[in-house]
């Protein structure tokens, strides 16, 4: 599977933007997808996932009420629409699948549960 962020850019505080991950491979659709976050000098960070069929999402504390995820089984393609973007969003979004089952929620938010990753979008955000 090999997975393709874009949409990244610089914004002002406040700002929307939406980040695509176009992922290959025929089996997306059983995927649970994710984006993690990392800023400069920190280590990388969850942000939002969503199981395979899209009925079930999770968020960071962080970013509830402001981001949205979604996916487009059809387009192979999962989306990240972020809202009212602050300075502390800046970084570097990457996208990520798992192929295997969940068998506990808390697998969500552990990035070393993921075996696809993409390249990674950067998303600067000035106040």
């Known amino acids: 599977v090999q997975l393709q962020a874009s949409g990244g850019g610089l914004v002002q505080a406040g700002d929307s933007l939406r980040l695509s991950c176009a992922a290959s491979g025929r089996t997306f659709n059983t995927y649970t997808m994710a984006w993690f976050r990392q800023a400069p000098g920190k280590e990388r960070e969850f942000v939002t996932a969503i199981r395979w069929s899209g009925g079930n999402t999770y968020y960071a504390d962080s970013v509830k009420g402001r981001f949205t995820i979604s996916r487009d089984n059809a387009k192979n393609t999962v989306y990240l629409q972020m809202n009212s973007l602050k300075p502390e969003d800046t970084g570097v979004y990457y996208c990520?699948?798992?192929?295997?089952?969940?068998?506990?929620?808390?697998?969500?938010?552990?990035?070393?549960?993921?075996?696809?990753w993409g390249q990674g979008t950067l998303v600067t955000v000035s106040s």
């Open positions: 990520a699948a798992r192929s295997l089952g969940v068998t506990s929620a808390s697998i969500y938010y552990r990035s070393h549960e993921y075996e696809y």
